[in-house]
Nanobody
Framework: VQLQASGGGLVQAGGSLRLSCAAS????????MGWFRQAPGKEREFVAH???????YYADSVKGRFTISRDGAKNTMFLQMNSLKPEDTAVYHC?????????????????WGQGTLVTVSS
C-alpha cells in the first residue's frame, strides 16, 4: 500500500483544514486507517483512527474538533480539522493498520504516508 497525504497549509487559529490521504495498491475496505502528528521537538502522537466497520477514535486533544472519514470509491481517507489551535501545528501523517488493530498504537500501523505540514497561527 502506498499512501499520499495532502491538504496541509497555513491557517489562522479558529480556521479549518481538510487533509486527504490517497491510497494505492489495495482497497481501503481491507484495512483500518489512522492519522498521527509530530510537532517540532516532540514525539509523534495519535490523532484519530477509523475502523473498517465505521467506528472512530480520537485523541482527547482533538475530540469534537476533528473528524476522520473515508471514501471507499476514491480509496481516500480524510481528516477534517475545525477550530484549529496553534498547538495543532505539526506534520500530519496518515497510516493504515490491519483489521482489528488496537487504535492509536503506532506499532500496529504497517503503512505510512509522507507527512503534510499544518501550521496554525495565533
Amino acid at each position: 500500500v502506498q499512501l499520499q497525504a495532502s491538504g496541509g497549509g497555513l491557517v489562522q487559529a479558529g480556521g479549518s483544514l481538510r487533509l486527504s490521504c490517497a491510497a494505492s495498491g489495495r482497497a481501503f475496505s481491507t484495512y483500518e486507517m489512522g492519522w498521527f502528528r509530530q510537532a517540532p521537538g516532540k514525539e509523534r502522537e495519535f490523532v484519530a483512527h477509523g475502523t473498517w466497520t465505521g467506528s472512530t477514535y480520537y485523541a482527547d486533544s482533538v475530540k469534537g474538533r476533528f473528524t476522520i472519514s473515508r471514501d471507499g470509491a476514491k480509496n481516500t481517507m480524510f481528516l477534517q480539522m475545525n477550530s484549529l489551535k496553534p498547538e495543532d501545528t505539526a506534520v500530519y501523517h496518515c497510516a493504515t493498520s490491519p483489521r482489528g488493530s488496537r487504535p492509536g498504537y503506532s506499532d500496529n500501523y504497517n503503512y505510512w504516508g509522507q507527512g503534510t505540514l499544518v501550521t496554525v497561527s495565533s
